[in-house]
């Protein structure tokens, strides 16, 4: 079974003119968000990333860009890590709990 976070809420963005294709992501990706489609890596699971970052740190050509530690998609695995409440720092201030 494949791990799910929230759907449409990863930062994870490929420019495809930058990609030449070697493949670093895909090696460093560990939830297989990557896939090669003509000699160029192409996001086939974008709901998958959990930002850790390791695919843009690795990428020589700096076609991707993803914002690690950001969004509710980590206050959700830091809830489940920590044993807390989510909060992903998306409130308006008020003493509501924010988006999550």
Known sequence: MKNRYLKNVA?????????TG?????EVCPHNVFDMQNKKAEIIDKDGCMECGACAKNC??????V???VGCAY?????????????CDCSDGSN???CC
């Open 75 to 87: 206050a959700i695995i830091k809830g489940w890590l920590t044993g807390s409440e989510p909060s």
């Open 11 to 19: 930062t994870l963005k490929l420019d495809s003119d930058k990609c």
């Open 22 to 26: 070697c493949g670093k992501c895909m």
């Open 60 to 65: 020589p050509f700096n076609a991707l860009e």
């Open 67 to 69: 914002k690690p530690g």
């Open 96 to 98: 509501s709990k924010g």
